[in-house]
């Protein structure tokens, strides 16, 4: 056996190849490099940021080691592949358009509905900077933080982000995102969707005008009062799904009933405010059990805390940490001093429980039917399934790089392998989770036998062979030949 010689290969990156060139990558690397003066191959290095990052995600560096057991060759050395994020963080803009445009050839995006939400990443530095600032990180992190807004259209697939510094309000940052998208994008007809904190009336005003609209998640906590008393009464709900349903109050009906538990109830009412809009409130019996089962737990744990009063005297500023139902008595009914004790705050408890089950959104839509509407807002899932995938999946933090245009162009390579994961999810009709489907690909590898060819050295499944049949080549024969090898390779860069 030969000495210092790569024997395993990994094959799953074929099929991430295959979209990346549908997607003209190469065609927008070519265009880059011809405003540019460098002399290696920075459509090898982007692809390559890319596919360790879905496959073996690390660091710059490993990943320049990981593209080694690729099948082709690395066509360039570690210090272009930092030379080449300074230029992709400077076309950012550039290659995401780009890459909207060039997703029509894989599929038609669904742009009627576009969501927005923004998260945050950490970085282990001891001091911020003029870009990683200390804010309120998402993961109840001590360091400073970058900041991402990211815009997903209706089928989950990412459409645009930027970056901001991690102090920032992030309800400013969906105006300069949005104009980007309207201009760069030609995009002016569409839905604007997001949770309740991004819901400014800047926001919403934006987004009243011209041809687009948007549908917001509501706080029933923070309505006004003769709102919110409106809002949770039992009375004048409809069943969503039924024609010509009858006004209803839901203390009527069983919810013991097993059948009943799936129901979902709405109801409607304008809000004053100076913009018209309208807020349609939900029920949903199985949602409320959720919810009361989840409190039943933090209420059993806030019993326990109380016999551990040492525990009750941290800081707590979590919304859902069950201290919260704990109050502390220092004087009795009577307003004398006593010694100091815990007990279960009930009213606090009550307080909680009367929004059990109810869910609202607010809209600028006048006339679309309600039952459009609630599917629209349901989708917002999959925005917060985005973010799961770089942060979990793809590692996309903790970010070791220093320089911002260098963070800038890490997070655009995690921003690119994410729409190339979800259309490949897309082509496999979303059947598989992401575990599933990046196991497979991870898995996914061939030995070279030096002379005869290649060998699968993975299991056959279900996955690998849809896989092999949507794009129209496959590795698991006995043994593949050099020359059929070749022949894979160079047909999955053929549009």
């Known amino acids: 056996m030969d000495k210092d010689v790569q024997r395993k290969f990994n094959c799953g990156y074929l099929f991430l190849q295959n979209i990346y060139y549908q997607l003209r990558l190469d065609n927008i690397c070519r265009n880059i490099k011809n405003r540019h003066q460098f002399s290696y191959d920075i459509n090898a290095v982007l692809s390559d940021l890319i596919y360790s990052r879905i496959l073996c995600p690390s660091s710059k560096r490993s990943s320049y080691e990981f593209s080694s057991t690729l099948l082709e060759k690395t066509k360039y050395e570690l210090h272009d592949v930092y030379r080449a994020l300074s230029v992709l963080a400077e076309e950012s803009d550039y290659i995401q358009s780009e890459l909207y445009k060039n997703s029509h050839f894989i599929k038609t995006r669904n742009t009627g509905a576009l969501y927005y939400d923004c998260t945050n990443y950490y970085f282990e530095i001891e001091d911020d900077d003029d870009f990683r600032k200390y804010g309120k990180s998402k993961e109840n992190r001590p360091n400073p933080v970058v900041g991402m807004g990211l815009m997903m259209d209706g089928d989950g697939i990412p459409l645009a982000f930027d970056l901001y510094e991690g102090n920032r309000n992030e309800q400013t940052t969906l105006k300069p995102l949005e104009e980007r998208i309207i201009k760069d994008f030609e995009l002016s007809k569409f839905i604007y969707c997001s949770d309740a904190g991004l819901a400014s009336k800047t926001n919403k ?133 006593i010694e100091e004790y815990f007990a279960l705050n009930h009213e606090k408890i009550h307080e909680e429980e009367m929004y059990d089950g109810f869910y609202a959104i607010t809209t600028n839509l006048e006339d679309d039917n309600v039952n459009e509407i609630i599917k629209v807002s349901e989708r917002r899932w999959q925005i917060e399934e985005c973010f799961r995938i770089m942060k979990t999946d793809f590692k996309a933090r903790p970010v070791y790089l220093q320089n911002k245009e260098r963070i800038k162009a890490h997070f655009l390579t995690c921003f690119i392998s994410l729409i190339i994961y979800r259309l490949l999810a897309d082509k496999l009709e979303n059947k598989y989770t992401v575990n599933e489907i990046l196991k497979t690909l991870r898995e996914m590898e061939v030995i070279d036998t030096q002379y005869n060819g290649y060998i699968p050295a993975y299991k056959r499944t279900q996955i690998t062979d849809e896989l092999h049949q949507l794009f129209g080549f496959r590795t698991d024969y006995e043994i593949i030949g050099k020359k059929k090898m070749r022949n894979i390779i160079k047909n999955t860069k053929i549009r």
């Open 205 to 337: 005003k934006f987004n009243s005008i011209q041809d687009r609209a948007y549908i917001i998640t509501q706080s029933l906590k923070k309505l006004k009062k003769d709102d919110r008393e409106v809002a949770l009464k039992h009375s004048g709900f409809y069943e969503i799904g039924v024609e010509n349903s009858h006004r209803i109050n839901i203390d009527e009906i069983d919810f013991s009933d097993e059948k009943n538990q799936n129901r979902i109830f709405y109801k409607e009412m304008p809000l004053e405010s100076p913009l018209e809009e309208r807020l349609i409130i939900t029920y949903s019996p199985k949602y409320a059990s959720y919810q009361k089962k989840i409190r039943n737990r933090q209420i059993e744990r806030a019993s326990r805390m109380i016999n551990k009063k040492g525990k009750l005297k941290k800081n707590r500023k979590n919304p859902n940490d069950p201290a919260r139902f704990i109050e502390k008595h220092t004087t009795d009914k009577n307003g004398e001093i």
